[in-house]
Nanobody
Framework: QLQLVESGGGLVQPGGSLRLSCAAA????????IGWFRQAPGKEREGVSC????????DYADSVKGRFTISRDNAKNTVYLQMNSLKPEDTAVYYC????????????????????WGPGTQVTISS
């Protein structure tokens, strides 16, 4: 049974940092591309970042470029999202998602690309 669990969310002041983790279990982690998404109240879910199974290809939403960094540790079956210079508009529930890919350098910022999702972790940026 493929499982994803996010952690690391919380309440942070503007300008602060958080590192989200997405722990995976029940599948061959290094065969999967991973995406991070977020959904704020009253808004649609949006892609934040993605990372190919090889770790060599990444993508970021324009709103987080230069502030967020995605990475993976296949030995720990974990993907991280380092978030710096956080803004109130980053407040949302953050989800990680996974999909098995044959192409090593492929990932997507589209939610329809992914088949498995974690339950999400709340990130709140407020003073």
């Amino acid at each position: 049974q493929l499982q994803l669990v996010e952690s690391g969310g919380g309440l942070v002041q503007p300008g602060g940092s958080l590192r989200l983790s997405c722990a995976a279990a029940g599948f061959t982690f290094d065969s999967y591309a991973i995406g991070w998404f977020r959904q704020a109240p009253g808004k649609e879910r949006e892609g934040v970042s993605c990372l190919s199974r090889s770790g060599g290809s990444t993508d970021y939403a324009d709103s987080v470029k230069g502030r967020f960094t995605i990475s993976r540790d296949n030995a720990k079956n974990t993907v991280y999202l380092q978030m710096n210079s956080l803004k109130p508009e980053d407040t949302a529930v953050y989800y990680c998602a996974a999909v098995r890919t044959l192409v090593r350098a492929l990932c997507s910022m589209r939610s329809s690309f992914y088949g498995s999702w974690g339950p999400g972790t709340q990130v709140t940026i407020s003073s």
